[in-house]
């Protein structure tokens, strides 16, 4: 089978929401990150007709660009002769599993080369009018005369000052709902956290947190995040985001201490310090089969080994992970002692702490996951292998990006460290896990 390795791999700064790319559709970011690997690709004198095919990753779709894969495409410099498609429907997981597509059409020997894009305009999400109050103004949208347009207008403004009776939906919130099981994420989260089996504490939660944030700030403060981060100019506004800006280098236990509770205000222990942030952000990697990218004298970042998914109870979504990783795991016959880095994206500090627990407990494995298949400890992660540099709560999680950022931060880690495999995994809102080898040789 043909091996598949990843040139290179960058991304934007993280923003959290409403911050410095707050105006920027998620087209724009993700063509802004197609036109520098352009740049790239005349800088190995890599014609770009040798790009066979994107795939992108983006789960809020643009409304005005229902593939802001091939829009980003062309508008970013691209032949419009490049497909491009856009991966949606695996949410937090969406990038990783852009990732797996691409190696898929590479070891198929359907394509050579294929450039993965992550793109997520988190503060562009709409906000939805009621119902009755949208059937209202297309109806004076297709008014002509003056007449008309009063006469529509009537029944029409006494409901659009009428938020309390007929309130706007924030699109957000609703992607955050599942449907299922009728939770906010944060309610998943808090599920976890309240489970007696697993023994989280929000003090565990909050001093997990810290770490995140003192952890990205010490790799920004060293320049490690200097080779995956390229600063991003934002006409807009006439300046260049150079880093990533939800950070909190003061972050301590007791900053924390005091913020509230947002999802259960009573009883519950998940707040906005121990959860990830929202974020706008783009990314992108390019992939290649192997003999092709040394033939042509390129770079090669790391490759793509194996991967695998895996579907969980949707009021515990956060736990999936432990199964995506047993499974993936036993495909490559590899225990947990074979990583030099592990990430798992933190969604929520409940989620990072449970995943730990139960995979270095044989009774949480059973107890958990026995009716899976799965009853075995896997073992321990060493606190210096997990999320080294921080993760989503210190830098922020742009859901369609994550899966990326998670793939390139592990490979520039296990290239500093000199070692060879590395482990990424990411929970899905619906109940899903998603786990995937990268490797260094």
């Known amino acids: 089978m043909r091996n598949v390795v990843i040139v290179d791999g960058f991304r934007t700064p993280l923003c959290k929401e409403g911050t410095g790319f707050r105006e920027t559709d998620a087209e724009v ?51 419009a002769t490049i497909p491009a ?21 590479i070891r198929s020997g359907d394509a050579d080369t294929v450039l993965v894009i992550g793109m997520e305009a988190m503060s562009r999400i709409p906000i939805l009018y009621d119902q009755t109050v949208a059937d209202l103004l ?15 207008a009537l029944p029409l403004i006494p409901k659009l000052l009428n938020l309390k009776r007929y309130p706007p939906r924030v699109g957000l919130l609703m992607g955050l709902m599942d449907p299922m099981c009728d939770l906010i994420m944060g309610l998943t989260a808090e599920n976890i956290a309240k489970d007696p089996a697993l023994g989280i504490t929000r003090e565990q939660q909050d001093a997990f947190s810290v770490r995140s944030h003192r952890n990205a700030a010490r790799a920004w403060k060293n320049g490690l995040f200097v080779e995956e981060v390229v600063p991003m100019y934002v006409p807009e506004w006439s300046t260049c985001v150079e880093r990533d800006n939800g950070i909190r280098e003061d972050a301590t236990q007791e900053t924390f201490r005091d913020v509230k509770p947002v999802f259960d205000k009573h009883r519950g222990s998940v707040t906005p310090a121990n959860a990830s942030q929202i974020t706008d952000a783009a990314a992108a990697m390019l992939l290649m089969e192997e003999g092709k990218a040394k033939s042509l004298g390129l770079p090669i970042l790391g490759y793509v080994k194996d991967y695998a998914d895996f579907g969980y109870e949707p009021s515990c979504m956060g736990l999936a992970p432990v199964g995506a990783i047993a499974k993936v795991l036993a495909k490559a016959r590899l225990t947990l002692k074979d990583f030099a880095v592990c990430e798992i994206n933190e969604a929520f500090a409940s989620v990072v702490l449970g995943i730990s627990r139960i995979l270095d407990s044989t009774s949480l494995m059973e107890r958990k996951f026995g009716r899976h298949g799965f009853t075995q400890r896997l073992g321990e992660i060493p606190p210096d292998d997990l999320n080294p540099h921080g993760g989503a709560i210190a830098l922020g999680h742009p859901v369609g990006v994550s899966g990326l950022r998670l793939a390139m931060t592990s490979l520039f880690e296990l290239n500093r460290r000199n070692a060879e495999r590395a482990l990424i995994t990411a929970c899905v809102g619906g109940g899903q896990g998603v786990a995937m080898i990268l490797e260094r040789k």
Request: one cysteine or more.
């Open 85 to 105: 498609d856009t991966v949606a429907g695996k949410n937090c997981g969406s990038g990783v599993t852009a990732l797996y597509y691409a190696s898929l059409r």
């Open 138 to 152: 297309l109806q004076y949208g297709k008014a002509r005369t003056l007449r008309e347009c009063t006469a529509e």
């Open 29 to 79: 970011l993700g063509a802004w990150v197609v036109r520098e690997m352009v740049t790239r690709c005349h800088r190995w004198n890599l014609p770009l007709e040798t790009i066979d095919c994107l795939l992108g990753s983006n789960v809020a779709t643009p409304m005005h660009a229902v593939n802001p894969t091939r829009v980003a495409a062309v508008t970013g410099g691209l032949p």
